[in-house]
């Protein structure tokens, strides 16, 4: 089982519909989860990231975390042909020094 | 604020030459970690540095290694190189004030290293 796990895509969503992205991990020892989009060719850029259980928003983007079920999620509302790009889970654990695991990354396509 | 430089940032090497990547974190970030990213791979958390220690490693042979300077600025060397070294190496810094406590990091530029 990959440390973590993200579907592959592609998710392809019409223009100013809701983008649903998900991640699971399976270290429980995991402290601190974020979200990166990943244009082609650049490097990742941060947007959210979520340290606690519950709901997290900021603009269009709301991040998901349970961990009781190991998952993360990310959505986005009123997409636009701007947030195609590759989504990337990251998790974050402590083990003497951080190490952060990068899921395989989700390519959402928005159809203007 | 500045961001995350990296340089160069692109490198054409041969087989078996060695090569010096090079990471100037953001400005009071004293925390830097280097990560490899291949189409078939995905992005690979090769070390993470603080305070000019190596605080974790990721599952890479001991060709490539790392440091940093009391600066916080951080070097990555890969020995020997080999066709599959052929990636794009991404620098990240972050605050992480104290040892235990995270904060997000940011991504430099990156190098895209090819090996032929």
């Known amino acids: 089982q990959k440390e973590v796990e993200q579907n592959s895509g592609p998710l392809s969503v019409p223009e100013g519909a809701i983008a649903s992205l998900n991640c699971t991990y399976s270290?429980?020892?995991?402290?601190?989860f974020f979200w990166y989009r990943q244009y082609s060719g650049k490097s990742p850029e941060l947007i959210m990231s979520?340290?606690?259980?519950g709901d997290k928003e900021d603009g269009r983007f709301t991040a998901q975390l349970n961990k009781a079920s190991q998952y993360v999620s990310l959505l986005i509302r009123d997409s636009q042909p701007s947030d195609s790009a590759t989504y990337l889970c990251?998790?974050?654990?402590?083990?003497?020094?951080?190490?952060?695991?990068f899921g395989a990354g989700t390519r959402l396509f928005v159809k203007a | 604020k500045a961001g995350v430089t990296q340089t160069p940032r692109y490198l054409i090497k041969t087989r078996g030459q060695q090569v010096t990547l090079s990471c100037s974190p953001i400005?009071?970030?004293?925390?830097v970690s280097w990560y490899q990213q291949t189409p078939g791979q995905g992005l690979q958390f090769l070390f993470e540095?603080?305070?000019?220690?190596?605080?974790n490693k990721g599952n890479f042979p001991g060709r490539f290694s790392g440091r940093q300077f009391s600066n916080s600025r951080s070097e990555m060397n890969v020995s020997t190189l080999e066709l599959g070294d052929s990636a794009l190496y991404l620098c990240?810094?972050?605050?992480?004030?104290?040892?235990?406590?995270?904060?997000?990091?940011?991504f430099g530029p990156g190098t895209r290293l090819t090996v032929t």
């Open positions: 990240a810094s972050s605050l992480a004030r104290d040892t235990r406590t995270y904060y997000e990091q940011y």
């Open positions: 270290d429980r020892g995991s402290q601190s």
């Open positions: 979520i340290y606690s259980n």
């Open positions: 990251a998790v974050n654990i402590y083990t003497g020094g951080f190490k952060t695991i």
């Open positions: 400005s009071g970030h004293r925390s």
């Open positions: 540095y603080f305070s000019e220690t190596q605080r």
